[in-house]
């Protein structure tokens, strides 16, 4: 049988038409409770499919997870330059397919001529102590039918894990947040807007955020005024009467809000309170939760009108007595409008944000703004990486984001973003004093700026590429009972873990270690350099334990 095997590290795309080496050990080394990855890959031609199974043998002190890698079309690059391999993933694959999103599988059928692979992600126990701890990985072959299976030769590999003394803190002053669309749970899984089946599915996906590092959720209060017109999706059950005075019931927020704490989210960020891209008009809000679509006011009321003056003015003193009673407060971010563009929108967003400020003094606000001339307009803003170098050197506290770019040389986490550049976050969040990290696309399954339902295994743009990239929209896949993740979801994970470690052993900013992070564009983009700053950062620890 003409199989062909080998372990391969998890910052490599294995692509349909990929060769495979023979490597059969890997060496990985990460603190006590660190998680990490590694692949299996496999190709055969002999002609027809053959069956292969997966299995691990570990100590039981690690936890293996093995998922089966799948792929994705990718209609084109990018970017229409062709970059250096560093920075453009798949050159020569793609057009193509992509592997991307994982299959929780074990066993998987073969097809002659193409490379295929399983991947495995090692959670160590509570319990684990430092030491080495060899994984042995048995992929299993079997030829013909049900009543005349045949077994072949397994072919085993070693993952070495050498686990360093020292267990890492929880990340600090560093919020992340990715924008979570609960209109597209009720949309995808059709739920009856807030019904069971919602609050059900909604569990598993925060746990899933909350386990990939995000901390930060946003809350859609009122449906978000984001990316179009989007189903309501609106936790606030609102009243009026003639008279318009309003009244608020906050069950369904508490209910939301207290899911997210349970799962693990400890930060909360609370939906704009006016339209995006200029400024200009209130937001969609609705009588009641908006099953019936009926809004309180028309879409061009304007955004400092004095009906929703009035309708504010009521409401913002229950949304701070409600996270007052809730411990809430300092624990939340507010939004005025998402990404004001140039001098044209900054006459509306001064009125706006001065009328939040009217009307609720004590609250502070940040928004997605790239344009410099919005630096003294917010309390606290949301740069692109691209222009986050001009906020620094103002002396400007900042978060930082990206959205459909920066690409080409720059950091981003996109289906032809090469992994090891992906998995950079974590150091170069570390090397330069952004405030947190804010991401507009966690599950956006949609045609850009409708409620139409993409496919997101054979969609990945939104249906708006080139000014949407492809594997901008998303980071986990919609599966029957929760999210399915991607690569580069995992592989952002994992680069959180990074961050973590370097304030868990109080490394400088500016330590020699790390002077090759000089920007969110020029840094190290392989593997080898960020293997050897962990393993020097790691080597330091043998005779030390952290508590």
Known sequence: MNLKTCISSSLIRHFPQSPVGGKKKLLIGTALNERFSFQVVMRQESGDPITVKAAVDAPQVLKVRIRRVGYVPVPHHNTSVLQDPLDMDGLGHIPGYVPDPLFDEDAFRLPSHETHAFWFTVTPKRTTAPGAYPITVGITPETGGSKNRKRGRTRTFTAEATLYPVRLKQREHF???????????????????????????????????????????????????????????????????????????????????????????????????????????????????????????????????????????????????????????????????????????????VAARALLKELAPWMKVMDAMSDFVYADKTDMPVPSIKTFDQFLEAGVPSWCYYCCGPRKEWLNRLMDTPLPKIAMHGFLFYRWPAKGFLHWGYNYWYKSQTRQLIDPFTVSDGCKWPDWAYGDTFQVYPGPNGPIDSIRWEIFAESLQDYQLLQTL???????????????????????????????LLGALRQITLD
């Open 175 to 349: 919020p992340v947040t990715n924008w979570f669309y609960a209109d597209a749970l009720i949309d995808w899984y059709k739920t009856d807007q807030f019904d069971e089946r919602f609050w059900e599915l909604l569990k598993v996906f925060f746990k899933n955020m909350a386990d990939h590092g995000q901390d930060t959720i946003l809350i859609p209060v009122f449906t978000p005024p984001l990316d179009g017109v989007k189903t309501p999706s609106q936790l606030l059950k609102v009243g009026r009467n003639r008279q318009e005075l309003y009244a608020f019931d906050w069950a369904d927020v508490k209910r939301y809000v207290d899911l997210a704490k349970t799962c693990g989210i400890k930060r909360f960020e609370w939906s704009h309170f006016f339209t995006q891209w200029g400024v200009k008009h209130a937001i969609r809000i609705y009588e009641d939760q908006g099953k019936s679509e009926k809004l309180l006011w028309p879409p061009e009321t304007g955004a400092t009108s004095d009906t929703y003056r009035r309708f504010i003015s009521q409401f913002l003193p229950e949304l701070q007595r409600f996270l007052r009673q809730e411990k809430l407060l300092a624990r939340s971010y507010f939004h005025v409008s998402d990404e004001p563009h140039g001098e044209k929108d900054v006459a509306n967003y």
């Open 506 to 536: 109080g490394v400088g900013r500016n330590d020699p270690q790390l002077a090759p992070l000089k920007s969110f564009k020029d840094f190290p983009k392989y593997e080898r350099w960020r293997s050897r700053l962990k393993r020097q």
